[in-house]
C-alpha cells in the first residue's frame, strides 16, 4: 500500500498543480476580457516564455498602465511537449504560445482584449490561437487554452496520457 502511494500521489500531486496553474491563467484571462468590456478600454497582453504574463490598459492618449507582471504558479511553464497533440479546436501546436491572425500570419506573443471583447493583433487582425502549458518532463501536466478572436472566447484542456489527446 505504501508503494502505490509513494507512485501514484507524486503525479496527482503534480497534476492538482497544473490544474491550479491552468485555472489561474484562465481567470486571468477572463478579468482581462471582461475590465476591457466593463471600462471600455483596450488591454494589451503579453506572454513571455518561460512563465509570465504582462497586463496593461491602454488609455484613451495611448499611454499603457501596466498591472503587476504575473507567473504561473506552481513551477509550470508555456511549454510544448514531444509528441503533444493539438487540441479539438485545432488551432495549431507549433510553439508553446501558438497565435494566428485572420491572414494566416503569425500574431506573436502580445495580444489586444477590445472593448467589445474580441482579440486581435498589433495591427487589428482577429487572433485565434493556443496557450501551452506544462512542467517540464511531466507530460501529465499537459494543459491548453484556446483563444478565439472574433468572439473572444477562450477554452481550456487537459491532456490524457491513455487517449494522447486534449479533453
Not at 497544473?18 to 491563467?25: F, K, R, T, Y
Not at 499611454?63 to 509528441?83: I, K, Q, R, S, Y
Not at 487540441?87 to 477590445?114: C, E, S
Amino acid at each position: 500500500m505504501v508503494a502505490l502511494a509513494a507512485t501514484v500521489f507524486p503525479s496527482m500531486y503534480a497534476g492538482l498543480r497544473a490544474d491550479s496553474s491552468w485555472e489561474s491563467l484562465m481567470a486571468l484571462l477572463r478579468t482581462t476580457r471582461q475590465q476591457a468590456l466593463t471600462q471600455r478600454r483596450t488591454y494589451q497582453i503579453t506572454f513571455t516564455a518561460p512563465d509570465q504574463v504582462q497586463v496593461a490598459r491602454i488609455e484613451l492618449n495611448g499611454a499603457l498602465t501596466n498591472e503587476p507582471l504575473w507567473t504561473l504558479p506552481n513551477h509550470l511553464n508555456f511549454t510544448l511537449f514531444a509528441g503533444e497533440p493539438d487540441t479539438p479546436d485545432a488551432f495549431g501546436n507549433g510553439q508553446p504560445i501558438d497565435f494566428v491572425d485572420g491572414t494566416g500570419g503569425m500574431a506573436g506573443d502580445t495580444l489586444y482584449f477590445r472593448s467589445d471583447g474580441s482579440i486581435v493583433d498589433a495591427t487589428g487582425n482577429f487572433v485565434n490561437g493556443t496557450l501551452f502549458i506544462g512542467q517540464s518532463g511531466q507530460i501529465g501536466t499537459a494543459r491548453a487554452i484556446t483563444l478565439m478572436g472574433a468572439t473572444g472566447i477562450f477554452h481550456g484542456y487537459r491532456y490524457d496520457v491513455s487517449t494522447n489527446s486534449f479533453q
